[in-house]
T-cell receptor, first 114, second 114 residues
């Protein structure tokens, strides 16, 4: 069973609007949570990394939140642009896993329309 | 330009054939990784390496092999034993001195079976 679940699977938004993506995880013990943006046919690019003690982190128009108690994270995109069309991937690292291992969600596909 | 270079961008494999995917980085990172990405699924770890001449199996290593003869290079061979090789393959690298180290990804290789 996947330990990182993302929702929705996909969404379509109008340019200029805001949207929020969700990530629920069961990974334990928790080390850190990352959000990546992946354009079609390209490799993922890091947006944010949050540890247990951080509950909000921003990167331009992207703001990630973390609630380690409920094991939930969200990624908020403000004033969306056409270039925000991509898959957004939530990744969680367990403090118990061997060094190289991360748990990847399946991603949320975002399409921004004019 | 610093980064990770994967080649080729597209690769076709005939039945019974071994193929090798190239991955080179000039970020001076100790760790390198290979992931497989299938539609609708999270990235899955094939192999990873923290140091030259050493590497560990990931979650789906069967049918794949790697080498790490140089710090900059981590080629992946998809052998004929891998019966379902069609996927998008991503190489990544990172530092290893902190748990929050970012992964830097290449732009991927799409492997298809003829």
């Amino acid at each position: 069973k996947n330990q990182v679940e993302q929702s929705p699977q996909s969404l379509i938004i109008l340019e200029g609007k805001n949207c929020t993506l969700q990530c629920n995880y069961t990974v334990s013990p928790f080390s850190n949570l990352r959000w990546y943006k992946q354009d079609t046919g390209r490799g993922p690019v890091s947006l944010t990394i949050m540890t247990f003690s951080e509950n909000t982190k921003s990167n331009g128009r992207y703001t990630a939140t973390l609630d380690a108690d409920t094991k939930q994270s969200s990624l908020h995109i403000t004033a969306s642009q056409l270039s925000d069309s991509a898959s957004y991937i939530c990744v969680v690292r367990s403090a118990a896993d061997s060094w190289g291992k991360l748990q990847f969600g399946a991603g949320t596909q975002v399409v921004v329309t004019p | 330009d610093g980064g990770i270079t994967q080649s080729p961008k597209y690769l076709f494999r005939k039945e019974g054939q071994n193929v090798t995917l190239s991955c080179e980085q000039n970020l001076n990172h100790d760790a390198m990784y290979w992931y497989r990405q299938d539609p609708g699924q999270g990235l899955r770890l094939i192999y990873y390496s923290q140091i030259v001449n050493d590497f560990q199996k990931g979650d789906i290593a069967e049918g794949y092999s790697v080498s790490r003869e140089k710090k900059e290079s981590f080629p992946l061979t998809v052998t004929s034993a891998q019966k379902n090789p069609t996927a998008f393959y991503l190489c990544a690298s990172s530092r290893i001195d902190r748990a929050e180290e970012k992964l830097f990804f290449g732009s991927g290789t799409q492997l298809s079976v003829l």
